[in-house]
């Protein structure tokens, strides 16, 4: 018998994330681990009468292309999937890791020179999902190495992500509704800023011990502010919009984690919107390589403020450890057209950063236009995210 949580999970990603009706034509790309929530993806999207049909996808194939691949193949983009990009209604993503650290030892240019190749790709579902042409959503499906990242059992790691996403509620749907409408509050308030600037002190350990003085233009004539609430990720909770602009330096709290590998003690310095100064203090290399690897990467192209206040512990996957509430992230490489960024790079990558104080250092603090309206990780406004 199914895990009916997973029915529940299939019917929020078809019945609110993506909004399927009769007549869609809707991708379900996954792993074949994944087969039990596909199975109900599958089943939830004929009940809306949409057309559905697997894109399957293999961890294990990827593996063996990095491995043998030429530079030929490495920059090659299937046309196949070009076309599926062009003619679905709708996508939904079944992300379900079946080994983390699979690309740990592949040399990190082959890994960018691929990503590159297919950043036209990633380009034409940004500016189709802009336009309103495509409905996308991406979602966890629980495995046994996503857990192990975490520190936790299989069935401790299946509760965390559920929850998340709010599934234990009678109505996860009516639950999320109430969410986008206290964020929406706080996009309203954010949309009629031009500058953001975050602080946060030193916390011992850290890469270099400055702490966090981070100033970002957000000019509300070009950014617009973009209210995450399970329509493109699942589970959500965040706020963000393309920055403009950004000056001054960030010590992320978390390790930075792409394509499994984990950057410890990220410092960036970021001048006019770039980054000029980059360190690690474990995997620099890996840092650099993926800074470096086209025009766009360096460039901020996504400042986010995290509200999911169901999320409270960091577990090494960026699909949650974004929308912890109490944090704040920042991406470098590629914008989102819909949020006012058009930087384009096959980079995005998520860095997150905890403003809520510990017992040994006190928390930081968001201004906006030098008017405080977060502090110690949460909003000052009892009628935003994470107030009642």
């Given at each position: ?84 990009v062009d003619t679905i209604d709708v996508s939904i993503g079944l992300w379900a890791d079946v ?286 995210p994470g107030n009642g």
């Amino acid at each position: 018998m199914r895990d009916q949580r997973l029915d529940k999970l299939a019917d929020v990603l078809v019945r609110y994330s993506t909004k399927v009706k009769k007549g869609d034509l809707v991708s379900i790309g996954a792993d074949p681990v994944a087969m039990p929530m596909i199975e109900a993806v599958f089943e939830a999207v004929l009940k809306a009468g949409g057309h559905p049909f697997w894109s399957m996808r293999s961890s294990t194939l990827n593996d063996t292309f990095l491995e043998h691949a030429s530079d030929e193949q490495l920059d090659f983009l299937n046309p196949v999937e070009m076309f599926a990009v062009d003619t679905i209604d709708v996508s939904i993503g079944l992300w379900a890791d079946v080994n983390t650290k699979s690309l740990s030892r592949v040399d990190p240019k082959k890994v960018a020179r691929q990503r590159l190749a297919h950043a036209p790709r990633m380009t034409r579902t940004l500016n189709r999902a802009a336009k309103g042409e495509m409905r996308w959503c991406g979602t966890m499906y629980p495995t046994i190495s996503s857990a192990q990242d975490a520190e936790m059992s299989l069935a401790q790691y299946e509760k965390f992500v559920f929850e998340a996403g709010l599934l234990h509620l009678p109505d996860p749907v009516a639950a999320w509704e109430q969410i986008h409408a206290r964020q929406q509050l706080v996009c309203d308030f954010l949309q009629t800023k031009d500058e953001l600037h975050f602080k946060a002190p030193p916390r011992e350990g850290r890469n270099g011990h400055d702490g966090t003085d981070l100033r970002v233009n957000i000019d509300q004539q070009k950014s617009i502010w973009v209210n995450c609430s399970g329509g493109e990720n699942f589970p959500d909770g965040e706020v963000f919009c393309g920055p403009q602009g950004a000056d001054g330096h960030v010590n992320y709290t978390f390790p930075a984690v792409y394509n499994g590998r984990e950057v410890e003690g990220v410092r960036l310095e970021f001048k006019d919107n770039r980054v000029v100064n980059a360190s690690a203090t474990k995997n620099e290399e890996f840092l650099f390589a993926m800074l470096d690897q086209d025009a766009g990467a360096r460039t901020m192209g996504e400042i986010a403020i995290g509200t999911n206040y169901s999320i409270k512990e960091f577990s090494k996957n960026t699909l949650f450890d974004e929308k912890i509430g109490g944090t704040f992230h920042a991406a470098c490489g590629m914008g989102y057209p819909e949020s006012g960024s058009f930087n384009e790079s096959a980079l995005h990558w998520d860095m997150v950063c905890d403003l809520r104080p510990t017992k040994d250092a006190p928390g930081g603090t968001i201004a906006a236009d030098g008017e405080v309206f977060h502090k110690d990780g949460h909003f000052l406004n009892d009628a935003w995210p994470g107030n009642g």
